[in-house]
């Protein structure tokens, strides 16, 4: 049976030990392969999605992992496949027969009743602990997908939240955060919002005002354990994926005072005049000294939607500019190494003149801090230096 539950576990720190010589401290997972086996497992810590250990294991080898975690991991092989692992503090024997097939356990593990659970079977008298909890989330999402009225709306966000706000810290230690709040707007989609005698134009309006008001009732509910930015990045990245750009910009605009990225306030002086230019392909378009025309700099990062989402309503804008004698260009920078991911944002723009600098050396030495966001600046031919 394949097992498609994305699960989330609460990071602090790991350790992987050679079996034979354990590292010091409390006993984790021992994963056996039984055959080789190139896998990952995969973590969250809040919102955030980490890497808990990546390597090959081959046939007959074990790894212990030493660790303080409480709750689920991704356990994700190079072929896609994907299980979900419950970590805790006491041992527990994990056994990898084949990436096509689920993990298996020892018995009286909780691993083995929360795939009991998955797989529809009501077993007695095993606690209540993280696994019956995830159940619970699980059964919660599901329950949603049926909703068509403005109350019935209403009314499942509300328990959405009294889920989230009695058991949030249990939560924290799974992906059903992440999951819950991404289903809570999505249960906006499955409305519907026209009203017998209403214009058109009240579909759009009320639509809007339920979202926003989702927005406000999750930033209270979870002030004291998620920062407003970060669930509203979280919030607005939901919408950029699913290529709702102009939405996610109006959520940013109603939200204006949490709509960015912490770091440090930064001051560019002058660029480099051989800064290599790409278009989205990666093909190389010259040298920004040679460009001609006005130009906008803005630092995106994939880990801030809203960076992205502001500079991609930036290049809209140029396009729309009634003064079509000047050439205007969007240069983006990304804090990271170039992606597929930054250069995409130019498929969110018909028309615009979107490029990117790619040049490793000058982003380390001069973009290796953490820089607050969005960013633009507008540079003049004088300071490309």
Known sequence: ??????????????????????????????????????????????????????????????????????????????????????????????????????????DGDENQLFYQLLSGEKPAGKGDGVARLLIQGKELLDSSSSIQTVEELRKKKIDFQEFVQSNYLKLSHSDLIQRLVSQYFMMHEYVRYHQEGSPAGDIRLLYQQEVLAGVRSLLVLVQDDIPGNKLLNYIIGFYYNRGMVTFASFIADNFREIAHCEGENLELSDFPANLKLTLSDGSTVGELGKLKGAKTISLVSSDCPVSMVKTVMKARETVSTKDHTINRFIIVVPLEKLSIKHRGMSRNVSGGKMLFINDEKWREENLSKIIRLPFFVNIAQSRIQ
């Open 1 to 106: 049976m394949s097992i498609r539950f994305l699960c989330f576990i609460f990071a602090v720190s790991i350790f992987t030990c050679a079996v034979a010589a354990p590292c010091p401290g409390q006993s984790g997972t021992i994963i056996h392969a039984r055959t080789t086996s190139t896998f990952e497992l995969q973590g969250y810590a809040g919102l955030k999605t980490i890497s808990i250990y990546h390597g090959t294991l081959t046939a007959g080898e074990s790894l212990k992992l030493e660790t303080s975690y409480n709750g689920l991991a991704m356990l994700i092989f190079s072929g896609g496949q994907r299980y979900p692992v419950i970590l805790g503090k006491q041992s527990s024997d994990l056994i990898i027969t084949s990436p096509d097939e689920q993990p298996s356990f020892a």
